[in-house]
């Protein structure tokens, strides 16, 4: 079966430095891989998704992620954060009859 | 944004009492999906729905059961709650137009507590 695992379960960075929230995966397949981000009391938000093509992609909000097969990673990246950037953030991996298995999320919090 | 709606959202309840949430949606996609969020567990499936009265279970079913007997609406029933399943539960919906495999747009979530 399909898992995701997110190393860190909580990471404190300054506002303005550069953000790597790390995600890893197990699939046998190509898989379709996602990040989405919960801000406190409200619903997901999808960020970005890799399904095939160029490994690095792009999404809202100034995030990016990069697929990387021999690594089994999709690991997202910012360079520059901001304060409405604190929330937590989720990466999931889609399985068949377009289910998604989430991993356990990151929570992120900016320091001023 | 998806039109998700999710009702109530925040309940409080006595262990033994059954419980029914429900979602609802106007964009017609064809999948929805209830979902609880407990803390270091991300968000983990309970049931989904792949089309009106048809259903199947998900990671973590058991003391839950679904209904969808029409398009917009997907129904959660706790049997006989628990306060195990003391949670925040999202529903999301997708539709699979790509040929390949949709986001997932989710709800704002339901609190519910079983005291």
């Known amino acids: 079966a399909q898992s995701v695992t997110q190393p860190d379960i909580h990471i404190t960075v300054s506002e303005g430095a550069s953000l790597e929230l790390r995600c890893n995966y197990s699939?046998?397949?190509?898989?379709?891989l996602f990040w989405y981000v919960q801000s406190p009391g409200q619903g997901l938000q999808l960020l970005l998704k890799?399904?095939?093509?160029?490994?690095l992609v792009q999404g809202i909000k100034g995030f990016e992620a990069e697929f990387k097969r021999s690594q089994s990673s999709f690991n997202l990246r910012k360079p520059s954060v901001h304060w409405s950037d604190a929330a937590e953030y989720f990466c999931?991996?889609?399985?068949?009859?377009?289910?998604?298995?989430f991993g356990q999320g990151t929570r992120l919090t900016i320091n001023p | 944004d998806a039109g998700i709606t999710q009702s109530p959202r925040h309940k409080v309840t006595e262990t033994g009492t059954p419980v029914t949430l429900r979602c609802h949606q106007t964009?017609?996609?064809?999948?929805m999906y209830w979902y609880r969020q407990d803390p270091g567990h991300g968000l983990r499936l309970i049931h989904y729905?792949?089309?009106?009265?048809?259903?199947d279970k998900g990671e973590v079913s058991d003391g839950y059961s679904v209904s969808r007997s029409k398009t917009e609406d997907f129904l959660l029933t706790l049997e006989s709650a628990t306060s195990s399943q003391t949670s925040v539960y999202f529903c999301?919906?997708?539709?699979?137009?790509?040929?390949?495999?949709?986001?997932?747009?989710f709800g704002p979530g339901t609190r519910l507590t079983v005291t």
């Open positions: 999301a919906i997708s539709d699979r137009t790509s040929g390949s495999f949709d986001e997932q747009y």
């Open positions: 699939y046998g397949a190509t898989p379709y």
């Open positions: 890799y399904f095939s093509g160029d490994t």
């Open positions: 999931a991996v889609g399985q068949g009859a377009q289910k998604l298995v």
């Open positions: 964009e017609n996609h064809r999948y």
């Open positions: 729905s792949y089309g009106v009265k048809d259903t």
